[in-house]
């Protein structure tokens, strides 16, 4: 039987998240879905009078293709996919995962490898198409929550089908005191940081790049942050689970990483390059319909009440100058269920204990 929402949701990407006009074309990326999506993303892109063209993946496939990759071979295969993102004016990805360490035993060299040429495609797609990225609920992705595959299933239609728009006032409202501020000051557990976001402009993301969505996000003064900050999400980087991350910053980096039972392999990833151990975004989640982390990033860093705090890449519309091939975005959870904590905006309490306090930024609590 065919589920209703899956329509509503192809609707939502093509009509408001994309706002695909008639000629348009778009490119359909699929990871690991159902037909039922793709279907729906075509026969939606058509009604609109657009132009659909489909790639498909498999994550299986896609392990064993990083685990020969070559410099040459990766460097046709970006040529080939940037000429084709050039073509698109819109991009939306959804991506489904049976095994979300499916690429855990990929060198970490050929995962660089594959990174330093795929990234001008991604570029590319960041920069100059109309792009949304999703998950596509899974059976692993329920495990993963600690859910029975209905419940699961309920609960992304929910936060995906959120009415993102109704919260754009409070959003912009939140945008605006970000750029006002120059010292944000962050408590909690195991944390006490300092550092500056001014000058920078701030983004608010409200349904229109992530599904789910529920975030504004600027970035620190490249060399302003110090203290130390300890996350209390757990998260996945190149297929490698990590737990309690902790990083100690001087003048903007990170001086010092850990993770119980992994130290080894997250400073090999900060040492990437040297923009890795420099953050690229700063982000305060808002979306009160996600409260539990999941090792899913593009749910994790919208929780209701948490922040994160990217080590890598900064994005250009938000820019402090950091150039990396990783984006490695890190979660804090600041509600009392997870341990408190206040953020401060020049030495005022902007969101304590997960809660923001500005009248301006009430629905943003839910």
């Known amino acids: 039987m065919h589920d209703a929402r899956i329509d509503l949701l192809a609707r939502q990407l093509i009509r408001y998240s994309t706002s695909l006009k008639k000629g348009e074309k778009v490119l359909i990326d699929l990871y690991d879905v159902p037909d039922s999506i793709g279907l729906a993303l075509i026969r939606e892109t058509r009604a609109k009078g657009a132009f659909p063209f489909l790639r498909i993946h498999s994550s299986r496939l896609t392990r064993e293709m990083l685990q020969g990759a070559e410099d040459t071979q990766y460097q046709i295969l970006a040529k080939h996919w940037l000429a084709e993102m050039k073509d698109m004016d819109a991009y939306i990805a959804v991506r489904g995962s049976h095994n979300i360490a499916e690429s855990s ?129 757990p998260t996945i980087y190149q297929g490698i689970p990590f737990d309690s991350i902790k990083l100690t910053f001087e003048k903007g980096k990170v001086v010092k990483a850990e993770s119980p039972g992994k130290n ?44 994160h705090f990217t080590p890598g890449q900064a994005y250009e519309e938000a820019d402090n100058g950091n150039r990396s091939q990783v984006h490695w975005d890190m979660v804090n959870i600041q509600r009392k269920d997870y341990g408190g904590g206040e953020i401060r905006f020049d030495g005022k309490v902007i969101r304590k204990d997960g809660v923001f306090l500005p009248k301006a930024l009430a629905k943003l609590n839910g």
Request: hydrophobic share 40%; proline share 6%.
């Open 105 to 233: 035993d990929v060198p970490a060299t050929n995962m660089k490898l594959a990174m330093k040429h795929l990234r001008a495609v991604i570029d590319h797609r960041v920069k100059k198409t109309k792009w949304c990225v999703l998950r596509w609920p899974t059976p692993s992705m329920a495990q993963q929550a600690g859910m029975s595959t209905e419940a699961f299933e309920d609960f992304y239609f929910k936060v995906c089908l959120v009415d993102y728009k109704s919260l754009l006032p409070a959003a912009n409202a939140l945008k605006k005191l970000m750029e006002a501020t120059d010292e944000v000051h962050i408590t909690g557990p195991g944390t006490d940081l300092k550092f500056s976001i001014k000058g920078i402009p701030a983004i608010v993301c409200a349904g229109t790049a992530n599904i789910p969505d529920g975030e504004v996000f600027t970035a620190p003064v490249k060399d302003s942050v110090n203290g130390v900050i300890s996350y209390n999400a």
């Open 264 to 307: 080894k392999e997250i400073n090999k990833i900060l040492d990437s390059d040297p923009g890795a151990r420099y953050i690229g975004e700063f982000a305060l989640g808002y979306n009160a319909a996600i409260k539990h982390p999941m090792r899913d990033i593009l749910f994790d860093e919208k929780i209701g009440g948490s922040f």
